[in-house]
């Protein structure tokens, strides 16, 4: 039973998270984000949240597994570079969109993709399947990069 409780402590850890980063969001998603110029690429509005959903589970996931397999001390530095892409995910979510400042948010997503590589590369001597859950997040954080970049130079000059 500890198993399933540790599961979902790290679910909700997560997911609360993710309801700041949404917090920020829905302030601007509506409105400000749907007036900026962005690449025929961009990806449909819909997308956004299953896509999130998904990747803040398999971070749970990940973290879990960590938790179970290694012991605290071996698996420390492992779940502080967890939880700083955690906040820093959060973070990101702030200055895009609840400060709508792509040009902060752009440099920030740097930070966080370096993060989230930390992350996986701690925590793969712990669990290999807890390091494969996190391909999916650095890759969709990769194509976050670009596109944070992109707006930001697509919409320079432009009052934000």
Request: aromatic share 14%; hydrophobic share 60%; charged share 10%.
């Amino acid at each position: 039973m500890s198993a399933v409780l540790s599961l979902v402590v790290c679910v909700l850890v997560c997911f609360a998270f993710a309801g700041l980063g949404g917090w920020a969001t829905a302030s601007s998603v509506g409105t400000w984000y749907q007036t900026l110029r962005k690449p025929s690429w961009n990806p449909p509005d819909w997308l956004f949240g299953p896509v999130w959903t998904l990747l803040y589970l398999s971070m749970a996931v990940a973290l879990w597994l960590v938790l179970r397999r290694a012991p605290w001390p071996a698996c420390r530095t492992a779940v502080m570079l967890f939880a700083g892409q955690l906040a820093l995910n959060a973070a990101w979510s702030w200055l895009f969109f609840g400060l709508r400042r792509p040009d902060l948010a752009a440099i920030e997503v740097v930070g966080l993709w370096l993060a989230i590589a930390a992350t996986l590369l701690a925590f793969r001597p712990h669990s290999p399947v807890a390091a494969g859950l996190m391909v999916p997040y650095l890759a969709w954080v990769s194509f976050a990069t670009v596109l944070n970049i992109t707006i930001w130079r697509l919409n320079l000059g432009v009052a934000l």
